[in-house]
């Protein structure tokens, strides 16, 4: 990519290079790239949101460094999202939803999970309200063990297993991810800032507690029911149940 051409004293190299900025995080390093404008169209209306990529490395890297990088295997990489909206930074309260990937929920529109219209019900309540985040977790698809898995554990599903067995037996734990990363990323934005948690799941929410944001609120957020994804919801609901008592959690 040649980015060194001239525009009068300023370089487009240098105009790029005011959007990235690589953050301290302990011994690792988020490399951050943003605002880029970003206009949605949701339900024929227009909002317009800034849209950050970023990636933990364990190493720092030059903006040209990161370039080569991006040239060399970018498109092997997985990158995470943030999308912001309103004055997400300075605002009192912001709605915010860490949205793990879902390649066959969020864009093929699958009726097997409720991701997609999750992610919908997501951007109406932040539009409806004056800030807020969507943190889209590209490396957590599949509850994070990655797209490839997760079709031999749909067809696990098709065999009876739940969404939990179909994962054991793949020698996965139930639930892959963590939230550390997405949880950095909103402290960086909004340093200790309350925010309330778009989520049904209890372990978000332990998280955020855990690395000390304020959660002034959750509020769930829910797909639809339906035969293809019933067995899907009820066998989620039940491990909430059995791993914690989410509304004492809340309060606590
Ligand atoms: N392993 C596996 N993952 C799935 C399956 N269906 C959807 N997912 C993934 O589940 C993730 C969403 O997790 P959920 O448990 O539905 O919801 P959550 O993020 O924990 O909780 P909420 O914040 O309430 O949405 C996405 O990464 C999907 O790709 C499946 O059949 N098997």
């Not at 990235?20 to 317009?48: A, M, W």
């Not at 599903?157 to 734990?173: R, V």
């Amino acid at each position: 990519m040649n980015v060194g051409i001239k525009t009068n004293i300023i370089t487009i190299h240098d105009e790029l290079e005011k959007k990235y900025t690589v953050v301290r995080e302990d011994t690792q390093f988020i490399h951050l790239f943003g605002p880029v404008n970003f206009p949605i169209n949701l339900n024929s209306k227009r909002y317009v949101f800034n849209w950050y990529v970023w990636k933990v490395k364990d190493y720092s890297m030059s903006f040209q460094e990161l370039l080569k990088e991006l040239k060399n295997n970018g498109a092997d990489q997985n990158y995470n999202s943030i999308l912001t909206y309103g004055d997400f930074e300075n605002s009192h309260n912001a709605l915010v939803r860490i949205h793990s990937c879902c390649l066959t929920g969020d864009v093929f529109g699958s009726t097997r999970c409720d991701c997609g219209p999750q992610l919908n019900h997501s951007l109406e309540h932040i539009v409806n309200s004056t800030s807020g985040a969507i943190v889209y977790m590209d490396n957590h698809e599949g509850r994070g063990i990655g797209l490839y898995a997760k079709a031999i554990a749909n067809t696990l599903q098709e065999l009876g297993f739940d969404t939990y067995e179909a994962n054991n037996i793949l020698d996965f734990e139930d639930d892959e991810r963590t939230y550390d990363e997405a949880i950095s990323i909103i402290k960086y934005f909004r340093a200790e800032k309350g925010i309330t948690l778009l989520s049904n799941n209890p372990d978000k929410l332990r998280c955020f507690k855990k690395k000390g944001i304020i959660v002034n609120d959750v509020i769930p957020i829910h797909g639809f029911e339906n035969e293809d994804n019933k067995r899907y919801l009820n066998s989620k609901l039940k491990r909430i149940a059995n791993h914690i008592d989410f509304d004492e959690e809340k309060l606590s």
